[in-house]
C-alpha cells in the first residue's frame, strides 16, 4: 500500500527529547496526593490531569506534521496486530520466568514503582489506571514509534528503525535486570514491527492501551485479593 508522505527533520529529534522529558514530569503530581488535605488533592490531581492532556495533544500534533492523515485497520491488520501480540505475551511470560529464577525478581522494576505509587490509595489508583490504559498508550505510540520510526529514522531500512524503537522503548522503563530490560525491549520493537508493517498508528495504540489494561489490572488484583 502507498505510504503518506512523511516529514523527516533535525527538528523532530528535539520534539522526541521534550516530549520524552515531559512523560516523566507528568507523573510528579501523583507523589503529591498522599496529602490528606482535599483541595491539595483535587488541585494536583487536576494538573496531573492537565499534563497527559498537553502532552498528549503536544505529541498529536508533532507526529500529525510529520504523518497526516489516518487509514482504517484491515483485517489483515488486526491478524498481525493479533499474531504480534501472542508473540509478546509467549516470550514476557518466558523472560518473567527467568527473571525469576535468575535474577530473584518477580516483577519488573517499572511495575514495582507503578505497585507501590498504587498503594498511596484511591485517588492514585483511579487518576493512574485511567491515564495508564487510555492515555499513555497514545502519548508513547506517538514518542516510539511515530515520530522517532517517521520523524527522526525515516530514511533508514525497514529494520533499524524497528531495533532502535524496541531500544529506546525499554531505555525509558525501569529495569534493574537483563530480562526485565528484554520484556519491554520486544514489546517495544514488536510494536514497532507491527506500526511498520502497517503503517497505521493506532494498530499499536490498541495493543499497547490492552496490554496495560491487563497489566493494571493484574496489579490491582494483587492490590485487593
Not at 500529525?64 to 505475551?89: C, E, N, Q
Not at 487510555?134 to 527522526?152: N, T
Not at 530514511?155 to 537483563?178: E, Q, R, Y
Request: glycine content about 10%; some cysteine.
Amino acid at each position: 500500500m502507498p505510504q503518506p508522505q512523511q516529514r523527516v527533520s533535525n527538528q523532530n529529534w528535539l520534539w522526541l527529547i521534550v516530549l520524552v522529558i515531559l512523560t516523566g514530569v507528568i507523573q510528579r503530581p501523583l507523589l503529591h496526593l498522599t496529602t490528606t488535605n482535599v483541595g491539595q488533592q483535587v488541585l494536583w490531581g487536576g494538573i496531573y490531569l492537565l499534563g497527559f492532556g498537553g502532552t498528549v495533544g503536544l505529541a498529536a500534533w508533532v507526529y500529525h506534521r510529520i504523518r497526516p492523515g489516518w487509514s482504517r485497520l484491515t483485517a489483515t491488520d488486526w491478524g498481525l496486530m493479533l499474531k504480534g501480540y501472542v508473540f509478546i505475551l509467549v516470550i514476557e511470560q518466558l523472560l518473567t520466568w527467568l527473571n525469576r529464577v535468575g535474577f530473584h525478581q518477580v516483577s519488573t522494576a517499572n511495575n514495582q514503582a507503578i505497585a507501590d505509587l498504587l498503594k498511596q490509595g484511591v485517588l492514585v489508583q483511579i487518576l493512574l489506571s485511567v491515564t495508564a490504559i487510555c492515555v499513555s498508550p497514545f502519548i508513547e505510540e506517538f514518542i516510539f514509534r511515530g515520530i522517532l520510526m517517521d520523524g527522526c529514522l525515516g530514511g533508514l531500512s525497514f529494520w533499524p528503525p524497528i531495533l532502535i524503537s524496541g531500544v529506546a522503548f525499554a531505555l525509558v522503563h525501569a529495569n534493574s535486570t537483563i530480562a526485565s530490560w528484554l520484556i519491554y525491549a520486544v514489546m517495544g520493537g514488536t510494536f514497532a514491527y507491527i506500526y511498520r508493517k502497517t503503517g497505521k498508528l493506532q494498530s499499536t495504540i490498541i495493543l499497547h492501551g490492552l496490554n496495560n489494561l491487563l497489566a493494571m489490572g493484574m496489579l490491582l488484583w494483587g492490590l485487593y485479593v
